[in-house]
């Protein structure tokens, strides 16, 4: 599964210029419960220690998953935030959870991952000249 999502990130990234980030986390730390961190939160979190902001057009998408309490965030650089509602992102992550529940994990990733992609593609078409800033590989954490 890690590694079909991985080629979907760098196919997905061929017919665009965002970059995509995939990170799945088991739980969250027993500190982070205690101070009341929500998915939210660490997702943003994960965003910043990725460093999934660090691209030249400010176009990072961190597509995060918290295993233990069934969360799913988005979290899109300012270089979307203009022009993409948060509601398309609230919709991807609602299909995917929708499609986690009935049992398909792999199918919710690679249908989220696509989605993103059409955003991406409409915001940030490729170019001839178009270099790969962030690694595709999902992040186990």
Known sequence: TLTAIDAAIAASEQQHRAEIRCAVE????????????????????????????????????LLYVLLAERKIEIVAD????????????????????????????????????????AVACGHFPAREQDSNELPDRTVLL
């Open 78 to 117: 300012r270089g979307f935030a203009a022009d993409v509602p948060a509601t398309v992102w609230q919709e991807i992550c609602a299909e995917m959870a929708a499609t986690f529940v009935a049992g398909r994990y792999e199918a919710g990733v690679l249908g989220a991952i696509s989605r993103i992609n």
């Open 26 to 61: 088991t739980s969250l730390s027993a500190g982070d419960l205690f101070r009341g961190v929500s998915s939210a939160m660490r997702a943003a979190q994960v965003f910043a220690s990725l460093r999934v902001w660090d691209t030249a057009e400010n176009n990072g998408v």
